[in-house]
């Protein structure tokens, strides 16, 4: 996955078909992204693989990425598939734009999975950085009688919440495709390199 400092959109879109909520409840989404392991890894083109290449530095602090529809009530989420379309990594430390963090080769851990929350009417869960559990995972919390706030969602951190993963969303955070049929079947598939397509050479 292209990562870049201007902060780039995820594709394939993250996208995600909830079921089972309380329909007159509000909800929160979120998501974030949590490293596999602690390792750094190196592209071996002899190969045409990634290699282990020593420990990482220390994974900065996470960062949650709220979906825009939130909060919204349960029959709403589960109406159609909710889609993380507006949310774009970047491997700047210092952005200011909301955008999610993750880490180029050479840079510290590359391999991320995604993780999504599912926040109840009440504070919704914000995972602890020191504490990622090795693969992505949707938290749900349980709804609550009160309006939820996006602020108050932001400042509470432990509250009920049920976790669900999604282990086929692990990828390798990079600044360029090391394999041109990537680079090819992404140009070929993604909405935002028309560009691309039409001889155009600004980024997407």
Not at 10 to 21: C, W
Not at 152 to 180: C, G, I, L
Not at 187 to 200: E, H, Q, T
Request: proline share 12%; hydrophobic share 35%; aromatic share 10%.
């Amino acid at each position: 996955m292209i990562v870049t400092k201007a902060g780039r959109r995820m594709f394939p879109t993250f996208q995600v078909k909830l079921s089972g909520l309380d329909p007159l409840a509000d909800y929160v989404l979120l998501m974030d992204f949590i490293p596999l392991d602690d390792k750094r890894y190196r592209y071996a083109f002899h190969s045409s693989s990634w290699l282990a290449a020593g420990r990482a530095d220390p994974a900065a602090p996470g960062r949650v990425h709220f979906h825009p529809d939130s909060p919204a009530k349960g029959a709403q989420w589960m109406r159609q598939i909710v889609s993380f379309d507006k949310l774009k990594l970047t491997n700047n430390l210092l952005d200011d734009n909301g955008h999610v963090r993750t880490r180029p080769p050479g840079a510290g851990t590359l391999t991320y999975l995604g993780r999504m929350e599912r926040g109840g009417g009440g504070p919704a869960h914000l995972p602890p950085s020191h504490l990622p559990p090795p693969h992505p995972q949707l938290h749900a919390p349980l709804p609550a009688p009160l309006p939820c706030r996006r602020r108050d969602s932001e400042r509470f951190a432990h509250q009920n919440f049920k976790t669900f993963s999604f282990p086929e969303t692990q990828f390798m955070a990079v600044t360029a495709y090391q394999n041109h049929r990537i680079t090819q079947l992404k140009i070929a598939s993604n909405p935002f390199a028309k560009g691309f397509r039409d001889g155009d050479p600004e980024p997407w």
